[in-house]
């Protein structure tokens, strides 16, 4: 098989084995439907489903009651604000959010201006950390939600969710987390922090893509997103994807197994690619903090070339990676997350994102770094930018 060095873990995972042998298994020995309970294999597949549930809530510290699965982040982040929105339009129609948000929530933001929800998008640092200064100061009396991501996708800030949770509770707004970015890389606990609701997907830890969960807080309520049937205790209507979700909840009991093994060895990786880089190529910078960041993510802008024109000679040399998130690549406009950190259009548009994932070795890192070093410097060759400078 031709080479293949996958650094673009942000955007998904490669299932792990164990998962799709899970997933199997479910798929042909459970067939039943989970709330067909008057016959035995209804009754399996509804304890299956409860097992999967009691696992995922385990691993972020939630009570079982408090999960909720649905079809993935996207639509979790999507049932939050606008389940939330649509309870709460009565006490008031202003959210804060951050600039740097997935689409998933920039987006459903927008849409919700057409019901007469006014959005506020607050800032963030050089480092990509949001502004808690302005976000306090944004609250008005009719704010009624704050949404801010656990980690960045693109850069991978962590951002103060126990300050701001501890915001949100004094002033009695509800606070949603969008913390796909964050599950399995940083140690998660919903009661610990307070927050109301949090969003996961299980594609980004190498579970299945098109399954994903809310956790929503005991006692809080907003509308309902999906209508129908009595699924997901009468809140998420649709019969359970029970292989996905079976296949979920064996990605967070590996995952919780194998956690500090996994997050070091995934710094370790990030920090050498860190490192290689800055020794061997001139003009480059890391983007954000050095290690206020996801422990697989790397962020770099080398001055005066295009991204888009890095990975195509990457993806020659076997190396998967991104200029963004997976959902504006495509569109040639520079990252919002950057240029909301203050890099600037031409800086934003020479950037690359490396994640690196558990399959990642030292030998990977050395022939990406000797990859990067051959294409820049090929392309500043030609770069009237560089030639000027
Ligand atoms: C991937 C991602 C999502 C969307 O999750 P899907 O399951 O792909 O819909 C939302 N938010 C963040 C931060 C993400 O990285």
Known sequence: MAKRIYLDNAATTKVRPEVIDTMVEVLQENYGNPSSTLYSIGKDAKE??????????????????????????????????????????????????????HHAILHTCKYLKKFGFETTFVDVDENGVVDVEQLKNSIRPDTILISIMYANNEMGSIQPIKEIAEIAREQNILFHVDAVQALGAVKLDVKALDIDMMSFSAHKLHGPKGIGALYMKKGVRIDNFIHGGA???????????????????????????????????????????????????????????????????????????????????????????????????????????????????EAAHGSIRFTVGEETTEEDIHYVVNEMKIVVEKLRLMSPLYNRH
């Open 48 to 101: 299956i489903l409860e097992n999967s549930r009691h696992i995922v809530a385990d691993f972020i510290g939630a009570d079982d009651k408090e999960i909720y699965f649905t079809a993935c982040g996207t639509e979790s982040d999507n049932w939050a604000l606008k389940g939330a929105a649509f309870a709460k339009m009565n006490k008031g129609k202003h959210i804060i959010t951050s600039k740097i948000e």
């Open 231 to 345: 699924q997901e205790n009468k809140k998420r209507a649709g019969t359970e994807s029970l292989h996905n979700i079976a296949g979920f909840a064996k990605a967070c009991e590996i995952n919780k197994y194998e956690f500090d093994k996994k997050n070091n060895h995934l710094k370790y990786m990030r920090d050498l690619l860190i490192k290689e880089l800055q020794e061997k190529i001139e003009d480059c910078v890391l983007n954000g903090h050095a290690t206020n960041r996801l422990p697989n993510n790397v962020n770099m802008t080398f001055k005066f070339i295009e991204g888009e024109s890095i990975l195509l000679w990457l993806d020659m040399a076997g190396v998967c990676a991104s200029t963004g998130s997976a959902c504006s690549s495509g569109s040639l406009s520079a990252s919002h997350v950057l240029l909301a950190m203050g890099v600037n259009d």
